[in-house]
């Protein structure tokens, strides 16, 4: 698995806190071009990287100043990426023809506590509409092409919310400080439809949700432990792995290869759990919901198989441990970046046979 | 906030005249800034009253250092993974031969690192100043040429102490122009026409450099003449002195004195007569002062002529030799130079192997902690438990605590500053927990990280005292969810119980429980207060209640009344809790603790009764008749309640 693992290390003089992929242009291609966002500095700013072809450091192509830190950024569509701002606001990024960056358009402060202005944690999208998370407990729901934004639900208590992920398209999935996991209906007039909550109040600080099963939802905890959630089977999470000796920053499933998941925490690690070896496909476990023919094909998942289930997954780190939080990661193909405080930009090429 | 100046030696004005005549500064702990402000003093009335309606400014005075450039930043980050490795490898231990190879592969990191950014900041940042960029680039190139002296001379020794084979390779990778020139003329087509033919021969002699000499000689036109020829022979038979040679120092000597013998006896000979370029060659071999003097302009510097000037003298110079050479050296140039400079003083200082003054004068003229730092913990661990040295340790204490304060007053770079804390004994120790404890908490993401980091050091009190910041700072928003989460992770008892009350009064007012889930799981953190356990049990009560498990929810509900945690304004509510359990069809609250129950309520109505003779507020009176009006229904239940579960004990008893 790590025969030909290339990872290089780039310094860019600024610490890096989110970075993302830009989709590729078509299916039968693989993304070269990521963008990365700062945090801490005075100015903080969103760059664009090329990555080239050979093992070769990825080229700064593009930046940006950004007001306050970027604390999450998420692709609307091939073209066009909300980022997250710690001064609460949630910005609206275009990429023009020549590689360069352009600030569409701003919702200035829509996070704000009573008195003060609350940091914006999280953005996702369904493809048409933003929905942003706050320290204010907010979610969100933007439309691109409104001014104002489309609803604002509140949750009572107001825990800060640091995750947020369409699991449907139009249900939310949020995970707050406490350890809640709320699955919020947009269409429903009721705040939240199910609450969930992990034990110890476990803050949950990033949720992926698996590119095909979207009932499966893989969350890291503020003890640094994954935890994957069946969303048929709310009582409790199917498995709860320990791995990291801090909280898990970022949660990523492979979007070809969702056998395969990648974490990274604030005790600068990088892991690549990788399901496909260690368990067989399994279906028996589920079977109430989905007709059996369904399973035919791709669409069969590992993650809640038994031996998952008892904790059995290879876990390798990608990386030799950072002596700083690694912030961020993105996976697209056979490339994984990740962005660490250290103020530096790792490119893993061949991190996976894929 | 301005960041005035860029150069400590230069004066600068703040442009308000408020301040004038009455500047007064403040030096904060941990950045390097000063805060300046108007300042009255009390000895001098007239004239310093201020105008009212003047705006009264606070400057906040900034040193700038060259560390906070995004190049410099960039060596600042690789440097700590170099530094961090180089501290676990030491503190593994092994012997010296086990340490010397680990501190020559991290002493060529970091010079490839400052090699790194020489090349970047050649290429990149068109938009910087052109003095700025240059003066950047010069200090990197000092810092490598002092790093690479001290390894050859300190750090990778060969068997021997023969120092010259590594100091001609020194000279030769930092005065590159012979070589270049050399490509440059050979790439002609009449190399021996190239205006400085000769002169680029002289150079590569004095570097050692003797198959590029014989090649450029090749070209000339009359090479295969004799004096030619001889001189080409001269030039290939010089014997380099090799370390694992299989040839030793003695034996080297004598064939080295064989050889120069050889040179002199041609030059007696007048092999070279016709050719005076060729003389001059040959005087160089014989190791000729006047004539290498005379040459000395070739070599630009006073250690390139005293490599040169060994390398034809004393090729098996050791260390002890060099402070004298250099001294010669130096004399020599003297007279054509200007004043000797800061960085000829380092240099000879090292030459004279006084790491102390090396490290001094390093700190003196670089404007930056960053290399004499290194410098001074790669020497530390190189002199590792010798006498002579033992106050290496704790210069390189102080001079990491200086480095990291600089860092650590760096709103971004403050990460980094606390590892290299990691190192330095006791008062890294201290010095990391204040930097960590007074982090601006901007947002929850940096009370994550300072928590973490806290965390991973120990430093409990740190991560209780971050925790009480937020918790506190929630409680102010009124974010009752967050402050308790806050407050059980401070394990803070007095905070906790705190926001527990704020939870209960609010509870009291409106009847509705903020954040219930959390309640409902807070576990072992329960125990960390009264106040909290009883929240804790409280909310239990109520998920018994709704499950409709009433009799457990009874015993529990008097438990917590007859426990007397509950504070005191939370009486009635609790007393009103059981009102439908005490009016239950089957009675689930026993004779005993009806009792409690009754005994509660007396002790609540004379608490009412005298609260009301004492003070006659209306707002009071108000919900002391609102009381009283329940005090009646809850009698009667309560004495309902007891007639069954008499009649009950009873029944079962029999």
């Known amino acids: 698995m790590t025969g030909g693992r290339v990872s290089s290390k780039k310094y860019v003089g600024s610490k890096v806190n989110i970075v993302r992929w830009r989709p590729a242009a078509s299916h039968y291609t693989h993304a070269d071009t990521f963008i990365s966002g700062t945090w801490g500095d005075g100015e903080n700013e969103v760059c664009v990287w090329r990555v080239p072809e050979c093992d070769d450091d990825p080229n700064l192509q593009h930046n940006l100043k950004h007001q306050g830190n970027v604390n999450d950024i998420q692709y609307v569509s091939r073209d066009t990426f909300a980022t997250a701002s710690s001064t609460g606001s949630v910005h609206l990024y275009q990429h023009n023809v020549g590689g360069h960056l352009e600030h569409k358009t701003s919702w200035k402060q829509i996070h704000s506590f009573r008195t003060s202005r609350s940091p914006c944690t999280g953005v996702t999208s369904n493809g048409d509409q933003i929905a942003s998370v706050g320290e204010d407990g907010k979610l969100i729901i933007i439309n691109p092409t409104q001014e104002r934004p489309l609803r604002i639900m509140e949750s009572v208590g107001g825990c800060s919310v640091y995750a947020a992920v369409y699991v449907r398209a139009n249900e939310i999935l949020t995970g707050s400080l406490q350890g809640y996991l709320r699955l919020w209906d947009i269409r429903a007039a009721q705040p939240a439809k199910t609450i969930l909550h992990s034990i110890d109040q476990v803050g949950v600080y990033d949720l992926a949700v698996h590119p095909t099963q979207q009932h499966l939802v893989a969350a890291g905890g503020d003890d640094g432990a ?33 056998d395969h998941l990648f974490t990274g925490g604030l005790d600068g690690q990088l892991l690549h759990w990788d399901a496909s070896t260690s368990a067989t496909p399994t279906h028996t476990h589920i079977t109430p919901y989905t007709p059996s023919r369904q399973h035919q094909g791709g669409s069969v998942t590992v993650w809640v198989s038994s031996a998952v289930g008892s904790g059995c997954v290879d876990t390798t780190a990608i990386i030799p441990p950072s002596p700083l939080p690694i912030n961020s990661l993105d996976i697209d193909g056979t490339t994984l970046i990740a962005a660490s405080d250290n103020e530096a930009i790792y490119t893993v090429r061949q991190v996976m046979l894929f | 906030m301005d960041s005035i100046s860029r150069d400590t030696e230069e004066k600068w004005a703040l442009p ?42 606070l400057y906040q005075v900034e040193s700038f250092s060259w560390l906070w450039g995004r190049q410099a930043r960039k060596l600042i980050n690789e440097s700590v993974g170099t530094f961090l490795s180089l501290q676990k490898i030491m503190q593994e231990g092994g012997g010296a031969e086990e340490r010397k190879p680990t501190l020559v592969k991290k002493c060529r990191e970091y010079r490839s690192m400052i090699q790194a950014s020489m090349e970047e900041s050649i290429i990149f940042e068109p938009e910087e100043v052109e003095s700025d960029l240059h003066a950047y680039g010069q200090v990197l190139y000092k810092m490598e040429l002092i790093l690479s002296l001290l390894e050859i001379l300190f750090i990778d020794t060969k068997p021997g102490g023969l120092v010259l084979n590594q100091l001609v390779v020194w000279v030769r990778s930092h005065f590159p122009t012979n070589h270049e020139k050399k490509s440059e003329a050979l790439e002609s087509d009449h190399p021996h026409q190239h205006p400085s ?63 120069q013998g050889e040179c002199e006896r041609r030059l007696e000979e007048g092999h070279f007569a016709t050719c005076p370029k060729l003389l001059t060659i040959c005087k160089i071999l014989c190791g000729d002062l006047d004539t290498i003097g005379s040459l000395w302009d070739l070599t630009d510097t006073w250690y390139h002529l005293m490599v ?6 004393n090729p098996t110079a050791k260390l002890f030799h060099l402070a004298g050479a250099a001294q010669d050296a130096i004399e020599h140039t003297r007279g054509n130079h200007s004043a000797i400079t800061p960085l000829d003083r380092i240099l000879l ?108 050091r120990k ?15 929630a409680l102010d928003l009124d974010r009752l969810g967050s402050a308790i989460w806050w407050g059980v ?41 009264d106040t909290l356990t009883f929240l804790g049990k409280y909310r239990e009560f109520h998920m018994l209640y709704q499950d409709g498990k009433y009799q457990e929810a009874a015993t529990l509900l008097v438990s917590l009344i007859s426990s007397k945690l509950a504070p005191e304004y939370f009486w009635p509510v609790l007393l ?40 006659n507020g209306t707002a009071t009176e108000t919900s002391q008749e609102a009381f009283l009006e329940k005090e009646r229904d809850i009698r009667l239940a309560l004495t309902n309640n007891l007639a069954k579960a008499i009649i009950k004990e009873g029944t079962v008893e029999s």
């Open chain 1, 226 to 258: 994954l935890a994957i959630w069946d969303l048929r089977h709310t009582t409790q999470p199917f498995t709860i792995i320990a791995a990291h000796n801090g909280p898990m920053s970022e949660v990523r499933f492979h979007p070809g290869a969702p």
């Open chain 2, 16 to 57: 308000d005249p408020v301040l004038l005549g009455r500047m007064h500064g403040v030096v904060s702990s941990l950045c390097n800034s000063l805060m300046v402000f108007p300042h009255r003093h009390r000895l001098h009335h007239e004239g310093s009253q201020l105008e009212p309606g003047k705006e009264v400014r």
């Open chain 2, 197 to 259: 033919y000769w002169e680029i021969i002289y150079g590569l002699v004095l570097q050692g450099s003797l198959d590029d000499v014989r090649q450029m000689l090749s070209h000339h036109p009359r090479a295969d003449t004799d004096p030619f020829l001889s001189m080409d022979e001269l030039l290939r038979k010089m014997p380099f002195y090799q370390v694992y040679g299989g040839v030793s120092a003695a034996e080297f000597t004598v064939r080295w004195q064989h050889w």
């Open chain 2, 308 to 313: 040169s000037t060994l390398l034809y003298t």
């Open chain 2, 349 to 456: 200082a090292s030459m004279e192997a006084d790491t102390h003054q090396v490290i001094k004068e390093c700190q003196q003229v670089l404007d930056n902690p960053w290399f004499t730092t290194h410098l001074t913990d790669l020497l530390y661990h190189t002199f590792y438990q010798q006498a002579e040295f033992k106050f290496l340790g704790d210069l390189r204490e102080t001079l990491i605590l200086e480095y990291s304060e600089v860092l650590s007053g760096h709103g971004s770079l403050w990460q980094v500053g606390v590892l290299y804390l990691d190192h330095c004994g006791t008062s890294g120790i201290a010095m990391a927990q204040v930097v960590l404890e007074r982090r601006p908490l901007t947002s929850d993401a940096v009370a994550h990280k300072v928590v973490q980091m806290a965390r991973d």
């Open chain 2, 459 to 473: 430093f409990d009190n740190v991560v209780m005292s971050v925790c009480r910041v937020m918790g506190r700072r």
């Open chain 2, 489 to 529: 992770r401070s394990r803070d008892a007095a905070f906790t119980s705190h926001i527990a009350h704020k939870i209960l009064q609010r509870y009291v007012e409106d009847g509705k429980f903020e954040s219930s889930p959390l309640l409902d799981q807070l576990g072992p953190a329960m125990l960390l207060s």
């Open chain 2, 576 to 615: 009103l809790d059981a009102l439908p359990l005490l009016k239950c069809p089957k009675p689930v609250i026993t004779s005993e603790q009806t009792y409690e129950l009754m005994y509660l309520l007396n002790n609540l109505h004379t608490a009412t009764t005298t609260n009301t003779e004492k003070q």
